[in-house]
């Protein structure tokens, strides 16, 4: 079963700020755990990634720098700020009560 990918879509700095909780990464390898973390089923377009990437970094909530060039390819790498944690716990938050408002609108009387 696939997931509708607009009920992804509003959450996409949520998912990033997430895996950037774990440490310091790059836009490769974020998307990479996104797939392996859905067994396959979903992964960000790479404009998708890098727009929300654009904002996150303009509101704040996470600052890039240019990994060592000579363990390979020339990275920019992501990280989480104070500002950035505060966000993920707040739109977590905002999660949890859409999660709840919708499983209540969608049970049937069976239910």
Do not use: P, V
Not at 15 to 39: C, F, H, P, V, W
Not at 48 to 65: D, K, M, N, P, V
């Amino acid at each position: 079963m696939s997931i509708a990918s607009d009920l992804i879509r509003g959450h996409t700095d949520t998912i990033i700020l997430a895996r950037l909780m774990g440490g310091d990464n790059y836009g490769y390898e974020i998307n990479k755990s996104i797939q392996q973390k859905t067994d396959g089923k979903y992964e960000l377009k790479e404009a998708t990634l890098y727009t929300a990437f654009r904002r996150l970094e303009q509101a704040g909530c996470i600052s890039s720098y240019w990994g060592n060039e000579r363990t390979g390819a020339r990275r920019r790498y992501y990280s989480i700020t104070d500002s950035g944690r505060d966000t993920y716990e707040k739109l977590i938050r905002e999660w949890q009560s859409a999660k709840e408002m919708i499983n209540k609108l969608i049970e049937t009387e069976e239910d």
